[in-house]
């Protein structure tokens, strides 16, 4: 095997110098800091403070866009759905995983500000990070996912049962800001990666997400409006009507799909360089679980 | 390159085309008629479904970031009067979010929910558009507008020459 690997690697080689051609939608400046919504869409001055929305924006059709959906959130939104079912279930989850306590270990070892965390508060603000077991960066599913295998129990990502006990580790990280550093290191490459493909054209429509995300904010696709990249990492896993329990992975799963181009499987090296792009575009926004989205 | 070394390079690259269990892997199944799988949530389940998508999408190129195959370069229409269109079909076509899509992104008479992306269709004959020139925006406006929003239906491929031509013909019957 490795053999016919080496041969067709020799074969391949010089298709390596011809690039296949694709389109970038031109690179906006993005900041890693939430804040950087002022620079694209400015909407960040109405869902800046998740306790003081302006509800008036809410009820107009035209001008609800710029809640960003805010007003979807937890503890906005005290609404009884599914998310909150799930975040029960992620509890009960994480009982039984971490019967003999290996499991919360095992999720918590990372460093943050320069000491090693033993509780779960604030966990979940300090991923996707560098993980030294996996020796990649890793997103908090794709860790639970491992943690979960090292119990002898299965929770694919992207499965309802990871995304329950996802939610139930953000719930204890409930109204503290997502702070991801991307200033260096491991996360700075995946940040970059994760910008160039947020402005690559391609797919049945020869679209990126910038095309939209970028270009298009405020405009309707039908009956939906573009919103800002900005802050939407916060409520992830979100709850969506159609599709249940969704983490960030398999929304990106369902936007390539209805872009016009195949999904990757949750965890794929791109999905996480996206996933360390857009959780830093949500730097110093509070975790705000359990959220639905339409 | 060769067609076929392009797609031994994404199996390698961004996994493998024989299907699941691969990391990191684009979701399609040879074996099913539209080759393309989408994710199903089962709730209260450990494991995550895939299950067959409504169209094929494995001609394109993936969000992976060493994905290989290239996009359609920008392409100049070949087209040929007279226009020979049916705007009954073109209207079809243009509300079709498999074909067209037009409506997504722009107004059409009858539609109560378009979309705003693009500008309003609903009188297009009033901006006395040529035939040629309608024609080469619907193929692929890249020619003329390289930083175009709007899709290149002729030159990916989702339109076929006589789509567009009803297309057009539709286009030139609203008022």
């Known amino acids: ?294 | 390159m060769h067609t076929i070394w392009r797609v031994i390079l994404v199996a390698f690259l961004c996994g493998s085309p024989l299907g699941y269990g691969y990391t990191p892997g684009e979701m399609m199944d040879p074996k099913i008629p539209t080759k393309t799988l989408m994710p199903k949530i089962k709730v209260d389940s450990g494991l995550l479904e895939w299950v067959p998508y409504s169209v094929d999408l494995s001609p394109w190129p993936t969000l992976c970031v060493d994905d290989p195959r290239p996009m359609p370069r920008p392409k100049k229409a070949q087209y040929v009067g007279p226009l020979r269109g049916d705007a009954v079909r073109g209207k079809a076509i243009a509300m079709d979010t498999q074909r067209g899509n037009c409506v997504t992104c722009h107004a059409i008479p009858g539609e109560e929910w378009p979309g705003t992306f693009g500008r309003d269709l609903r009188h297009y004959k009033q901006m006395r558009m040529s035939d040629a020139d309608l024609y080469q925006q619907i193929y692929d406006v890249r020619t003329s507008a390289p930083r175009a929003v709007m899709p290149p239906f002729g030159a990916l491929g989702i339109l076929s020459d006589q789509d567009i031509r009803d297309v057009v013909a539709y286009l030139q019957s609203l008022e």
């Open chain 1, 1 to 294: 095997m490795r053999n016919l690997i080496v041969v067709l690697g020799l074969m391949l080689a010089p298709a390596w110098a011809d690039e296949p051609y694709k389109e970038y939608t031109s690179a906006e400046h993005f900041e890693p800091h939430v804040s950087g919504d002022l620079q694209l869409t400015g909407t960040y001055r109405y869902w800046k403070d998740p306790a003081k929305l302006d509800l008036r924006l809410a009820g107009h059709p035209d001008d609800s866009w710029k809640l960003n959906w805010k007003h979807m959130d937890y503890p906005f939104n005290k609404e009884m759905h599914a998310g909150h079912l799930a975040l029960d279930r992620g509890l009960t989850l994480f009982k039984k995983l971490n019967r003999s306590g290996t499991f919360k270990n095992c999720l918590v070892m990372y460093r943050l500000n320069g000491k090693y965390e033993t509780s779960l508060r604030g966990l979940r603000t300090a991923f996707p990070a560098y993980r030294t077991d996996l020796g990649r960066v890793a997103g908090l599913e794709e860790v639970i996912e491992h943690c979960a295998a090292l119990e002898g129990e299965v929770l694919q990502n992207g499965s309802h049962d990871n995304s329950a006990v996802s939610l139930y580790v953000a719930s204890q990280s409930l109204g503290m800001p997502i702070q991801i550093d991307v200033s260096s290191g491991p996360l700075r490459e995946a940040w970059k990666r994760g910008e160039r493909l947020y402005h690559q054209k391609i797919g049945r429509n020869n679209m990126s997400c910038a095309s939209c995300h970028v270009e298009r904010v405020g405009q309707s696709l039908r009956a939906t409006v573009v919103t800002s990249p900005y802050g939407d990492v916060a409520h992830y896993p979100v709850y969506r009507d159609r599709f249940g329990i969704t983490s960030l992975h398999i929304r990106f799963a369902q936007c390539s799909l209805e872009l016009g181009f195949n999904a990757l499987k949750p965890g794929s090296p791109a999905y996480t360089d996206m996933e360390v792009f857009m959780t830093a575009l949500t730097n110093g926004y509070p975790v705000s679980v359990p959220s639905e989205r339409p």
